[in-house]
Nanobody
Framework: QVQLVESGGNLVQPGGSLRLSCAASGSIFSIGAMGWYRQAPGKERELVAT???????NYADSVKGRFTISRDNVKNTVYLQMNSLKPEDTAVYYC???????????????WGKGTLVTVSS
């Protein structure tokens, strides 16, 4: 099995910063792309940012210039540094990883259970 555990969600004032972490553990041979998604109340889940194993990144237009995704391939961990937070960033943030469990298996997407970020004064 593979587990993804997010941490770092909290209540923060507008303009503030938070850093989310997501650690992957379990039966892992390699991890390809990792990413962060979010789901606000009453809305569909949306992509926030992704990062490949070679550290190529992609961001939603709404977070470009404010959020930074990074990863530590030794620790199997992905991070999301969020600056200049806005009330509209309020959501549950989910971690995603594309994992190969053995050298001969295909890849599969795994999801964490989410961490709540609330931006409010």
């Amino acid at each position: 099995q593979v587990q993804l555990v997010e941490s770092g969600g909290n209540l923060v004032q507008p303009g503030g910063s938070l850093r989310l972490s997501c650690a992957a553990s379990g039966s892992i041979f390699s991890i390809g792309a990792m990413g962060w998604y979010r789901q606000a109340p009453g809305k569909e889940r949306e992509l926030v940012a992704t990062i490949t194993s070679g550290s190529n990144t992609n961001y939603a237009d709404s977070v470009k210039g404010r959020f930074t995704i990074s990863r530590d391939n030794v620790k199997n961990t992905v991070y999301l540094q969020m600056n200049s937070l806005k009330p509209e960033d309020t959501a549950v943030y989910y971690c995603n990883a594309n994992v190969r469990r053995t050298s001969w298996s295909g890849t599969m997407d795994y999801w964490g259970k989410g961490t709540l970020v609330t931006v409010s004064s």
